[in-house]
Structure formats: structure tokens, C-alpha cells
């Protein structure tokens, strides 16, 4: 099954990667490994967004809903049940999905900014019932200490938890992409038309990619609440859904990797700048601004287009 | 929990009016966004923005000055100041990028979001501020024996008048026409000799002056407050889908039915009043996905 | 009788694109449908293959009626199309494009967890090769001069293995050359493969040398269809081209 599908050459670097990934929590600060541990989660976020946007042409502006209900959902299964923990873990995306599924009934009919705009409004409803739900939710104030087993509730534990959820995570979306689903979801991305009528049924596809996508959000979502055992409306506003959608186009939406990077750039930014200023909302919407006028195929996209032209070769497929 | 109190029609009366009234705020906010839609084909997400440097700016100019003059100035300066800086904006970055894909022009606008709301920050610090509405609208007279706030009345007013003003000045100036021309085909417009450039940045001066005097209208209402922008920007967008893309009378009945049904929220639900629009807004794009009246060639 | 769309008609507005549109297609032939521009070709062909829906009329194919089915229905029951403007998938490469059809054919779209680089290798490569674009197949198909993205159309429309195949004006943008090229793959495939072919087109010539029936249109309605004499010498033919075509 895997073969032809990654290179060995490729893979050599990604092990060397991993391996490194594996033995940093013994080098270096706590307060890295956390950082390490949210760009995990994020950059799955970020990936499972440019499933449906890169690959799939949507217009998801609304993303984060997903990944916050996700986590909304563990949050409440762990302290308001007494459900064993992994049963949370699992309900968490499938929960996530199911949204997916009935937001997508309602959507996926239509096109371009009508699809974002629907989206843009079932998930602010969702906020808004959330943020005002106090006695269920916590409404604005969030849930926060929520119980983990024991092998996860270290630093070091949900490190590693979310470096291997994450890992398989990209891993099957990588064969998700390189797959016939994947090969069509890009063609109907680049022309639907002309899909409907090679006998692709196009809404169903789009249903279904949406489905993965917010599966793997609500996924992202569980890792959320493992790596800060908390929860807060912020994670349904759409200024986090904004912000994704920032982190693809900034590591490049027309590349497999590229969400990666620009969760990773991100979070750092967010993260360092913020230590020195309160301001970094600025830095990171000066940051938009320039990769719109100046680099709008991303920083994995420009690495990408410049390999390209050095060598001589044919394009090899994304 | 507080549900479906007792309602008399005096209260739901007295309610429909302030739902009216702030119906009034919303349809000048996205009025402005609609225009700049409907003719330069740009969701403006820095909108919100405009709305809220709007309401800051009042702020100070009334603080400043004191008193009813105070007050006044602050409704003529705010939305000056907002269109000079919609000037800016267009002259110096937008125009450039009219010809990139509609993605990145929305991207760059809320990455203008994201900026100016650091920049609001930066200016005026992260306090709420208020400003009290001059003496002639302190206080409220009764209306179906309820209090009805006086300054609500001038919100209505003002709605009126902001209405009737676009209606005139798309229907019957010359900037008007040329601007509808624009708005169904640009190139067309170009080869009869006239600079669209210009008639391009005049609707988007014209729909941030609307965004600043929304923010001015409302200050003496609410809270000043950073995250006006988001809150002010999702219900716009929210409010410009529903009533058609583009579609001046589609932003009315669109804020109407968006600031009604939050008003209506309060008598019955008062927790979840707010999930009472969204709501709303889902029915009328599940029934009505393109909104409720025609769009401009969207 | 493998295609009789009856009577069919499609209005925009006020405006009656198609009117009482006729065409019958028997199995095995190679059809032309001519008119001056705004006869309602493309119209009519988007008609049949489910782009638009008919307010009247009924589209029979192999003896059910098709009209209003949506597109990929329309496919699956055996009728593939080209389009008039080049509609290829620009960022996938050239056995990329060709490959979606064929595993949409093969109901393999859904298909997750196969490494598609893998599948239906041999049916496309085939499909490439008749087409003459077998060595231009890892190149973006954005890429491609405009004739081949033409030629490219036709290969995607291929990959569906229809029973009846429509061209939309195939030869439109072609140098003279490219177009005798085309003309020929087109009875080529009609003759090796048994495909049922119908299509459209501006150059007059080429057609009656082509087509074994023709179907003439004009302001949306059909004038005749028949064997190319028959329509050459017809008078309402001939007005309708002098008053504002071309000339046959």
C-alpha cells in the first residue's frame, strides 16, 4: 500500500525529524516542550483545514468551530461524566464530524463566499450558545483544570501524546490526498464543471472531504484540551478560524507541509513577540498584509515554485 | 431559568422600538458595507475597524470639547476622520490589489482588521471608555406607558435621514449612476472616458464615512470598547448576506430583521438573546441562500 | 435509436435560447450539429448533458428520458461531453486530468486509502496514447498549447468509455493543421472504437466532409436534419446562412 507513495529519500529526513522530535523533551525547557506540544495541535488544525481548502477549493471560514467543539466536547465528558477518558478522546471528533456533516448538508450547495457566509453564521451560533450557556458551559469563563490520566497530565506525557496523534494524523492524511479521493477533490477544486461531468458527484465528494477535515479538527481539538487542560469560547470565535486560514496561507495552501509551517511560524510569533509586546496582533496582521501583496503562494509555496525552476526536471505531482 | 415572562403589548411595543433603533445603527453600518460590495466587489472586513475608530474617536472629541458641542462635533469630526483614513487605505494599498483573486483582496482586508485593532489599542489603551449622550437626549419620554430613551429617537431619525440621503445619492447624482454602472461592469464605464479609479475610491471613502458614523451614533450607547470591530463585522457580513449581496435595501431589511429579533430575544429569552439573530440569519440563508433580495452581479 | 432529444426548448429571461429543438443520433454514426452563432448549439448541447435543465422537451437516450438529470448522472449513463471553452483541471498534470475520469468511470473517486498514483495507469496511458498526448503526460495541463488542451478535452471525455460522445465545437482556437489532426482522431475514434459521436462545429467544409447526417439550427430551432445533399440543397438552409453566416 505504501509503496510508490513515499519515496525513500523523503523519508530519510522526515525519521531524522521525528527522531529529534522524539528525544527534545530531554534537551531542552519545559516551557519549549509546551510550546512544541501547542504547535502540534495547531498545525493539525492547520492541516486538516487546507483538507477542505487547498485541496478542496471551500471557502471554510469558519473552521475553528470544529476544533472548538471538539474540545468543548471532551472538556464536558471529563467533568461532567464519569466516562472513562478515552471515551471522551473518541467522542470529541466524532462529535466534531457529525457538525460537519449537518453544517456540510446545509453548505455544501453552495458556492464560494455563500458557503463561507452559512458557515461564518451556524458557527457564530454555535459560539453564541456556548458563550451564554453558563450553567453547561462555563459561558465565558471556560472550564479549565480538567482531569487527565495520569501518563498524560505531565508536560512530557501530552508532549508525546500530541507528537503521535499529530504523526498519524498527517501521516493518513498524506494518503488521503495521494489517494483517488484526493486526486478528485483537487479537480473539482480546479473545476467542478468539468467534474459533474466525468461523473464525479461533486457535492457528495465535497460532503465527504468535509466530514474527514472536521474529524481531523475535532481530533486537533482533543489534543487541545490534553496539552492545557482548559477550554474558552475563544476557541468558537471566528478570530481563531481567521487565524488559521492565516496559517495556511502563510506556510502555502497549494502544498502538503505548508499549513505545518505556518502553524509552526504562528504560534511562535504569537507566543515570542508576545513576550515582548502586547501588540502582537499587529505583527502578525503587518505579516498578512505583506504575504498578500508580496507572497501569496506562501513560504512553502515560493520554496516550492524556486526548487521547481532550479532543476530542469519535469514537475513531480504535489 | 427567565423564559417567556409575562408580555404585555405595551412592553412588546416599546421593545420593537428599541429593536428599531438599533436596527437604525446596524442598517448605516452596512449600508456602507454593501455599497463597497455591491460596486468594488471587496467583503471590507477592516469595516469593523472604520466602525470602531469611529466610536474612539467621538469618544475623544466630545471628552475633549465637553457638553453638547462636544457631543455634535464629534458626530460631524468621527466620520471625517474615518473617510480620511478610508482615503488612505484605498489610495495607498487597495488599489493595487483590485486584481488579485477575491480570496486574498478579503484576506488583506482582515489582515487591515487585525492591524487596526493593535493600532486602537495603541492609542487609546485597552479601558472601556463611554461618552453620555448631550442634555436635550438625557433621559426618555413614554411611549405605550413605557420609557422609551430619547436618544434612541434621534438613532431612528438618523436612520431615516442617513436612508433617504444614500437613496438620493444613488439614484439621482451622477456619482450615483456612474457607481451602479461600475458596480455591473467596470470596464464598460472605463471606455466612456470616466476615471472608475476615483469613482472606486469615492464609494469606499463614502462607505467608511457610513462605518464612522455608525461608531460616533452608537458611543453614547454602549460601552466603547476593543472587539467592537469583531462583533460589529460579524453582524454586518452576517446582515449583507441576508438581504442580498450589494443591495441597499437588502442592508435595511436585513438590519431590521437582525436587530429585531435580537430585541424581541430579550422579552423572551433574555440569556440567550443574542443566539436570536443568528438563528435567523440561518433560516433566511437555508430558505434564501443568496439572501433575501437580488444582489449586485456578485 | 440511441439519442432523440424532442422538441426541446430553454428560455433565459424572455429570451428563447432553444426552441422546439429536434435530433435524432443512431448508433455507430458520426453527427454534426451547424448554425450561425447564437443558433443555440452549446445551449442545446448543455441541454442534453444536464448543464441546464429543458422547460420542455424531452431528451431520450437509449430509451429513457434523461432531460433534467444532473450532470453526473447524465455521465454514468453513458454520455460524455467536451466543452466549447477549454475546461481542464490547470493545476493537475495531463495523465492526471485523463485519470480522475477514468476512476470516476471505474467508481473509484471515493476511494481513500490506494496510492491513486497506482491505479488505472494502463486505461489512461491507452487513452493518452490514442490521442497522440502520451508523451506530454507529466505535464501541468495548464501548461499545454491551446490545441492540445482541446485535444485534452476529448481525452477526458474518453476516460468515461461513453457510448456517445459530444464534442462541443472540438476544432474551435486550432490552427489549420491541428484541426485536420482533430478531424481525423474524430473519425478515428468513431471507426476503431464504435463510439457514437456527435458534435459541433463553425467550419462548414469540414463537417460535410465529416458528418454522415447533419442537423442545421438557427435562432434556436432545428431547420432539418439529414444526409449533407439533403442539406445542402435545402432553401431554408440557405437563407439562414446567407442572412447571416457563413456560407455553405
Known amino acids: ?318 | 431559568m427567565d423564559f417567556l415572562p409575562d408580555i404585555g403589548l405595551a412592553t412588546l411595543g416599546s421593545q420593537f422600538l428599541v429593536g428599531l433603533s438599533r436596527a437604525m445603527i446596524l442598517f448605516i453600518v452596512t449600508a456602507g458595507l454593501s455599497l463597497v460590495l455591491g460596486v468594488l466587489k471587496i467583503p471590507n472586513a477592516a469595516h469593523g475597524s472604520l466602525y470602531m475608530i469611529g466610536a474612539f474617536i467621538a469618544y475623544t472629541v466630545a471628552t475633549f470639547i465637553g457638553g453638547a458641542t462636544g457631543f455634535w462635533l464629534a458626530l460631524i469630526l468621527a466620520p471625517l476622520v474615518v473617510a480620511l483614513v478610508s482615503l488612505i487605505i484605498e489610495r495607498g494599498l487597495l488599489r493595487h490589489l483590485y486584481e488579485r483573486e477575491h480570496l486574498m483582496l478579503l484576506l488583506f482586508t482582515f489582515a487591515l482588521l487585525l492591524v487596526f485593532g493593535d493600532l486602537v489599542k495603541l492609542t487609546w489603551g485597552a479601558e472601556f471608555r463611554s461618552v453620555s449622550p448631550p442634555g436635550i437626549f438625557s433621559g426618555s419620554f413614554l411611549v405605550f406607558g413605557l420609557p422609551f430613551p430619547r436618544y434612541n429617537l434621534f438613532l431612528l431619525i438618523m436612520g431615516v435621514v442617513v436612508g433617504v440621503g444614500l437613496w438620493l445619492l444613488i439614484n439621482k447624482t451622477k456619482i450615483g449612476k456612474i457607481s451602479r454602472a461600475a458596480a455591473v461592469d467596470r470596464e464598460m464605464v472605463s471606455a466612456l472616458g470616466i476615471n472608475v479609479s476615483w469613482v472606486l475610491a469615492i464609494v469606499f471613502i463614502i462607505g467608511g464615512w457610513l462605518a464612522g458614523l455608525g461608531g460616533a451614533l452608537i458611543a453614547p450607547t454602549v460601552n466603547i470598547a476593543l472587539g467592537m470591530d469583531h462583533t460589529i463585522l460579524i453582524e454586518a457580513f452576517l446582515i449583507v448576506t441576508i438581504g442580498g449581496l450589494g443591495n441597499m435595501w437588502g442592508a435595511l431589511l436585513g438590519s431590521l430583521i437582525f436587530g429585531l429579533t435580537h430585541c424581541f430575544g430579550v422579552l423572551l429569552w433574555p440569556q440567550f438573546a443574542i443566539v436570536f439573530p443568528y438563528i435567523a440569519v440561518v433560516i433566511v440563508l437555508i430558505i434564501r441562500p443568496t439572501g433575501l433580495l437580488r444582489p449586485t452581479a456578485w | 435509436m440511441m439519442l432523440q432529444v424532442q422538441a426541446v426548448g430553454k428560455s433565459f429571461g424572455g429570451f428563447k435560447a432553444v426552441n422546439e429543438a429536434n435530433l435524432t443520433v443512431e448508433k455507430g454514426e458520426l453527427v454534426a450539429v451547424i448554425g450561425p452563432n447564437g443558433a443555440g448549439k452549446t445551449t442545446l448541447f448543455n441541454l442534453i448533458t444536464g448543464q441546464l435543465k429543458p422547460d420542455a422537451g424531452r431528451v431520450i437516450f437509449k430509451g429513457e428520458d434523461i432531460a433534467g438529470l444532473p450532470p453526473h448522472q447524465i455521465c454514468k449513463k453513458g454520455i460524455a461531453r467536451s466543452f466549447q471553452i477549454v475546461n481542464v483541471f490547470s493545476r493537475l498534470t495531463v495523465f492526471e486530468n485523463v485519470q480522475v475520469a477514468v476512476l470516476s468511470q471505474q467508481r473509484r473517486s471515493t476511494n481513500l486509502f490506494s496510492p491513486a498514483r497506482n491505479l488505472a495507469v494502463n486505461e489512461t496511458n491507452n487513452i493518452l496514447k490514442s490521442v497522440g498526448l502520451l508523451d506530454k503526460a507529466e505535464a501541468t495541463s495548464g501548461s499545454l498549447s491551446h490545441g492540445d488542451q482541446k485535444i485534452l478535452e476529448m481525452a477526458m471525455a474518453l476516460g468515461s468509455e461513453p457510448k456517445l460522445l459530444i464534442l462541443d465545437e472540438p476544432t474551435a482556437g486550432m490552427s489549420p493543421e491541428e484541426t485536420l489532426a482533430t478531424m481525423e482522431l474524430i473519425k478515428r475514434l468513431a471507426s476503431t472504437q464504435g463510439l457514437t459521436i456527435l458534435f459541433c462545429e463553425h467550419d462548414i467544409e469540414l463537417v460535410f466532409s465529416v458528418a454522415q447526417r447533419i442537423m442545421v439550427m438557427h435562432q434556436g430551432r432545428t431547420l432539418i436534419q439529414g444526409k449533407p445533399d439533403e442539406v445542402r440543397s435545402n432553401k431554408e438552409v440557405q437563407d439562414a446562412y446567407l442572412g447571416g453566416g457563413e456560407c455553405c
Open chain 1, 1 to 318: 500500500m505504501f509503496k510508490g507513495v513515499i519515496s525513500l529519500k523523503s523519508l530519510w529526513w522526515q525519521m531524522a525529524i521525528l527522531a529529534v522530535l522524539l528525544i527534545l523533551p530531554f534537551t531542552i525547557p519545559t516551557f519549549y516542550v509546551y510550546v512544541l506540544s501547542l504547535i502540534f495541535t495547531t498545525a493539525l488544525l492547520a492541516m486538516s483545514l487546507n483538507l477542505v481548502l487547498g485541496y478542496g477549493g471551500l471557502f471554510q471560514f469558519h473552521h475553528g468551530v470544529f476544533y472548538g467543539v471538539g474540545a468543548y466536547t471532551v472538556a464536558l465528558m471529563l467533568t461532567k461524566t464519569s466516562l472513562p477518558t478515552w471515551i471522551g478522546f473518541v467522542a470529541g471528533p466524532i462529535v466534531a464530524a457529525v457538525l460537519g456533516l449537518v453544517m456540510g448538508l446545509l453548505c455544501v450547495r453552495l458556492t464560494r463566499i455563500y458557503y463561507g457566509m452559512l458557515q461564518l453564521s451556524l458557527g457564530s451560533l454555535v459560539w453564541a450558545i456556548v458563550f451564554r450557556w453558563y450553567d453547561f458551559t462555563g459561558g465565558d469563563d471556560g472550564i479549565h483544570g480538567i482531569p487527565l490520566p495520569s501518563a498524560l497530565s505531565s508536560l512530557n506525557g501530552s508532549y508525546y501524546f500530541a507528537l503521535i496523534i499529530t504523526a498519524i494524523c498527517l501521516i493518513v492524511m498524506y494518503l488521503i490526498v495521494k489517494s483517488p479521493f484526493g486526486g478528485t477533490l483537487q479537480a473539482i477544486r480546479d473545476n467542478p464543471v468539468r467534474c459533474a461531468a466525468v461523473g464525479v458527484n461533486v457535492r457528495r465528494h465535497r460532503l465527504i472531504a468535509l466530514v474527514i477535515a472536521t474529524f481531523f479538527a475535532g481530533v486537533g481539538g482533543v489534543l487541545f484540551v490534553t496539552v492545557e487542560r482548559s477550554v474558552f469560547p475563544d476557541l468558537l470565535f471566528w478570530a481563531l478560524s481567521l487565524e488559521v486560514l492565516i496559517m495556511c496561507l502563510l506556510g502555502g495552501w497549494f502544498t502538503f507541509m505548508g499549513p505545518v509551517l505556518g502553524a509552526a511560524i504562528v504560534v511562535l510569533l504569537r507566543t515570542f513577540v508576545g513576550i515582548y509586546t502586547e501588540y502582537w496582533t499587529l505583527i502578525l496582521g503587518a505579516t498578512l498584509l505583506l504575504l498578500v501583496m508580496f507572497l501569496p503562494q506562501g513560504v512553502m509555496g515560493y520554496f516550492q515554485e524556486k526548487f521547481k525552476r532550479g532543476s530542469k526536471a519535469t514537475a513531480g505531482r504535489t
